[in-house]
């Protein structure tokens, strides 16, 4: 039988000023699994951006993609505010840069077709 670890943030809507204990809470846990040669899955579970911090407002919530670019965060989703806090074009464009997969279920161009930037993933054993 084999363990995995899943570690998750969510709801952070911008408020940024623990982020740096959460990413060394984040890192450590990352260590700590692969030196035990154990599996650890890290991920964003959305409304990680919201505009009510100045960083976010600026770069239009790119800012928020680089910090997540910078912990383990391997998997995110957006949550119901960048998907009402952003424009189209403007979702479109936050997660260019990302370093992490984008992975969404239920969101549709009026054409019918997923964005570019999400991924559909269904994680089976």
């Given at each position: 039988m084999e363990t995995i670890y899943l570690y998750h943030t969510n709801d952070l809507h911008s408020h940024l000023?623990?982020?740096?204990?959460?990413?060394?809470?984040?890192?450590?846990?990352?260590?700590y699994h692969s030196s035990n040669r154990e599996q650890a899955l890290f991920f964003d579970l959305g409304d990680h951006a919201d505009r009510v911090h100045p960083v976010t407002e600026a770069t239009s919530?790119?800012?928020?993609?680089?910090?997540?670019?910078d912990s383990p965060i391997q998997y995110a989703t957006i949550g119901n505010n960048e998907g009402i806090t952003f424009s189209k074009e403007g979702l479109d464009r936050l997660y260019e840069q990302a370093k992490f997969?984008?992975?969404?279920?239920?969101?549709?161009?009026q054409d019918g077709k997923r964005p570019s930037w999400a991924e559909q993933r269904k994680f089976t054993r």
């Open positions: 000023s623990q982020w740096p204990k959460i990413v060394h809470y984040l890192e450590h846990q990352k260590q919530g790119r800012g928020n993609v680089e910090l997540l670019n997969r984008v992975i969404l279920s239920n969101l549709y161009d």
